[in-house]
């Protein structure tokens, strides 16, 4: 287990989990290993501020799918904190606006993007607002309020958190060019808006790459704020462009000096050696 050299514990807790594509059959691998998911972070998350989802909950966007998630999430939930949820490709089919709308009544988000302060902590969460295949859309109202959210706390020393489904382009594992799974249209026009908001982490999903793969920590370079790929729930992706039975995410565990990203097997009830990663804030 990765811990942070000063011994301290942490000043704030929380999962990031995606790609759960729930069925609507209850007997499917991806609900049972949702499952498993759950009972890990009941068993081993004590204290968590909540479990952060970045998109694609369902598998095709249907009313039984949704009402298969929280069948799922009511058995374990009086051992859980709260969950937060974006949307993904997935949830979000051809008749997109109905599917917008089911996806906001069923979670009950306020909006597909909203914000949340958290223990002091700012936790973002972005979302398409149209539905087109693999790609999510940002418009530029949301980009502003991106900039105008992420301002509201500008201190280096103090994180902003956010969750979208989609990764940038060549930032995270899937989202090189060659490997194809980047998928936000307004790329140049995000990365812009990160690019003066330094203390951000931004944890993305989609790719189900697998976490012990190269590339699943983006440090940012000289222009960007940390990014995760955080795998999936349901199935994972190598790099050998193959499907592979599998259940991942991350605990995250928050400093005053910096921020632990440790990568978990939900189906081998292990932490995943080759992802774990420390985040030292920027000096700006």
Not at 46 to 65: F, K, P, R, V
Not at 120 to 133: A, D, R
Request: a negative charge.
């Amino acid at each position: 287990m990765m811990q942070n050299e000063t011994n301290k514990r942490p000043l704030l807790t929380f999962q990031v989990i995606t790609d759960t594509h729930i069925n609507a059959d209850p007997e499917h691998e991806h609900n049972r290993n949702f499952a498993r998911v759950l009972k890990d972070i009941a068993a081993n998350g004590q204290g968590s501020c909540g479990i952060m989802h970045a998109g694609d909950m369902t598998d095709n966007g249907m009313l039984e799918e949704y009402e298969a998630f929280y069948r799922i999430w009511n058995e374990h939930k009086d051992r859980l904190p709260e969950l937060y949820i974006t949307s993904g490709n997935h949830d979000i089919c051809d008749n997109w606006q109905e599917c917008m709308e089911l996806f906001q009544s069923q979670t009950g988000m306020s909006g597909m993007y909203h914000d949340h302060w958290i223990d002091g902590y700012h936790f973002i969460f972005l979302g398409t607002e149209e539905g087109i295949g693999l790609y999510c859309t940002l418009t530029e109202e949301q980009l502003a309020w991106l900039d105008v959210k992420l301002a509201e706390n500008a201190s280096p020393s103090k994180p902003a958190f956010i969750f979208l489904h989609q990764p940038l382009k060549n930032t995270v594992a899937g989202s090189l060019e060659a490997q194809n799974w980047y998928g936000v249209t307004q790329d140049a026009e995000l990365k812009a808006v990160l690019d003066k908001h330094r203390q951000a982490i931004l944890f993305t999903g989609h790719t189900h790459w697998e976490l012990a793969a190269p590339h699943n920590y983006f440090d940012g370079g000289e222009e960007l704020p940390a990014m995760f790929n955080a795998a999936s729930t349901a199935y994972l992706w190598t790099d050998e462009d193959e499907h592979k039975d599998g259940s991942q995410g991350y605990y995250v565990e928050v400093y005053a000096d910096c921020v632990l990203v440790r990568g978990r097997d939900f189906e081998r009830g292990e932490w995943v050696e080759e992802a774990q990663f420390k985040v030292i804030y920027p000096e700006l």
